[in-house]
């Protein structure tokens, strides 16, 4: 039994006030009845409950806990307007196919976050709740974030738009690569990486989520010498070049000293890590927002809590927060590459970033409308173990406003960095030049690549080297409302 | 050296039925495509010459390719043109699809030139080999 069914109190009828303790669903945290309103956040959470414990007393706890209750009855709720303050469990739903798991729904009132605080929201709707006894896991998994509340944040510092404009570069999805071997290279021969694929034909090259400042490079040293290649690349192609300089560090100051030389070296773009935190990174965007910087996120540590589907937050709701906290590029899966990812969440996650209203759509996991108000779009990147020979199910799956990210793809090339790229960005060109034509690219994507690489060997070499590589494993974050897929064959 | 610029620069040269077929998927979507040309192919020169306003009606590739043979009878082998493709659509409301069309015989393209300043800091400038010294018109 838990401890909050053994805490009945004993008498049938008694004072909402009466000291003492009282069960959630009597307090008024459950309200089947409520109706949310226009300006109510609503978070979905998936609970489990303990044994014995009733999915409707842990739904309404969890609303109590993540609002305004504590354990027990306490007369100084009587000096405010309550009821308007308590969250509201209003609907409790089983989880298909997952006997013992519910789908709680819960409405909070605006006035309880601060606007344009996602450590706000966050400390309430993820708080303590999160460590409840009665419940053996808990995940939120959605929320419907209102247009009264999405318009207190800055949203993207610049936005697919303008970053497109700013680049010059339209009709096709970016290129990138994160320099490789991700530790070790000194700062010359890792500016030599960036010319390289820079020059060979990619559009962005990028630092990982560890190279920060370290014995072997230290931050200053990798900012000159990827400067000095992206200008380079930058002369040698006629085109706009980018590399994200990963400003993360041990404290705002530093993050902000490193930035400014970011920008007075003439940088376009920037990178921080999840891992800074929902305030520095709300810092870092209102920073990119003032200096006409693009602002880069790579989402290191998510894995630790998005990923299993019992316990902690889905990646659709940091997709939704960093939309608000306003960074312009975030890593939201590739679904044929190395990491997690399936298909119809990861869609999900697009559209969330890229569109201005989201429609409910349970089979990719998202649960709300959710309108953006004209919030700044968000590009989402795509990284991790993808190359050429996939190029054709990369567009048909993930659009063209994206960046995709060929690091080994880029680097590992057998005759070199340079061709390497060259090899993505012929096959990029390829694949949309033939999908605006009208060609069926997932049917036909093997055969327009053997095409473009006749008249580009980095192409064909690329192809022969990697043309048996997939990641088919099934995820573990996927929707609970359609049958389970893997990648695309 | 080949300013790559533009959506399919990594692509041999189109021919004019490729081209067609792009400008029909771009006034397909919607959008208004308009030609542009320049012989200052600067990587931040943003406003290129307008061969005409977009062309917001026309629905059929041919009548822009009309416009496209129209400016290339003044501007061909001299100055680089492209095509672009605008679309008016709320949270777009910009070019949706860019890609040049014809590009100068010859393309000397950029020199970086470099000031030392404070530090080991530089300033760098790309500048075009073809336009930093010949006024326009006269520069390919």
Redesign the interface.
Known sequence: MSTIETAKPAEKKRDRYSAGVMEYRKMGYWQPDYEPKATDVIAVFRITPQDGVDAIEASAAVAGESSTATWTVVWTDRLTASEKYRAKCYRVDPVPNAPGSWFAYIAYDLDLFEPGSIANLSASIIGNVFGFKPLKALRLEDMYLPVAYVKTFQGPATGI?VE??RL?????PLLGATVKPKLGLSGRNYGRVVYEALKG?LDFTKDDENINSQPFMHWRERF?YC??AV??A???????KGTYLNVTAATMEDMYERSEFAK???SNIIMIDLVIGYTAIQSMAKWARKNDMILHLHRAGHSTYTRQKSHGVSFRVITKWMRLAGVDHIHAGTVVGKLEGDPYTTKGYYDLCRE?FVPQNLAHGIFFDQPWA?TN?LMPVASGGIHAGQMHQLIDLLGEDVVLQFGGGTIGHPMGIQAGA?AN??AL??M??AR???RDILAEGPEILKA?AK?CTPLKQALDTWKDVTFNYSSTDTPDFVPQVTAAE | MRITQGAFSFLPDLTDEQIAKQIQYAIDKGWAVNVEFTDDPHPRNTYWEMWGMPMFDVKDAAGVMFELNECRKTYAGRYYIRVSAFDPSHTWESLRLSFITDRPAEEPGFALDRQEVAGRNQRYTTRSYAASTKPEGARY
């Open positions: 738009v497109r404009e010059d570069k339209f009709g096709r034909g000159l400067m000095e200008n380079r930058q002369a040698a192609s006629g085109e706009i007075e070296l003439g201005d004209s779009k060259t960005r012929v060109e390829a949309i030049f605006n034509e009208g473009a008249n």
